[in-house]
């Protein structure tokens, strides 16, 4: 399936990306792996998350505090946000269709 980060996401992803490469290098690329792993995860398999508020899922990373909201637009996985686990809440939730 194909997929594509929402506009803000993907500014989201740079950012958390920016602020691990300051720290250091192998970290960043660790985490950039760790969301590539992710993101095949959930388009091999969009449904295996469990649907919430009706219209979107969550993916939860293993080594990171970060969560990828997704939805199912068209037959497209949408990354709505690449969010922290313990940072404003639901903040990213008017990007769902």
Do not use: C, T
């Not at 996401?9 to 970290?27: S, V």
């Not at 095949?40 to 998350?49: C, E, L």
């Amino acid at each position: 399936m194909k997929y594509r980060y929402h506009p803000e996401a993907r500014i989201e992803f740079a950012d958390a990306l920016g602020f691990y490469h300051e720290i250091d290098f192998e970290l960043a690329e660790r985490l950039n792996l760790e969301i590539s792993r992710a993101i095949r995860v959930i388009r091999k398999n969009p449904q295996i998350r469990r649907l919430r508020e009706k219209s979107w899922r969550r993916y939860n990373l293993n080594r990171f505090p970060f969560y990828l909201p997704y939805s199912i637009e068209n037959n497209v996985v949408v990354i709505l946000a690449v969010a922290h686990q313990s940072r404003k809440p639901g903040y990213w939730k008017n990007r769902v269709s």
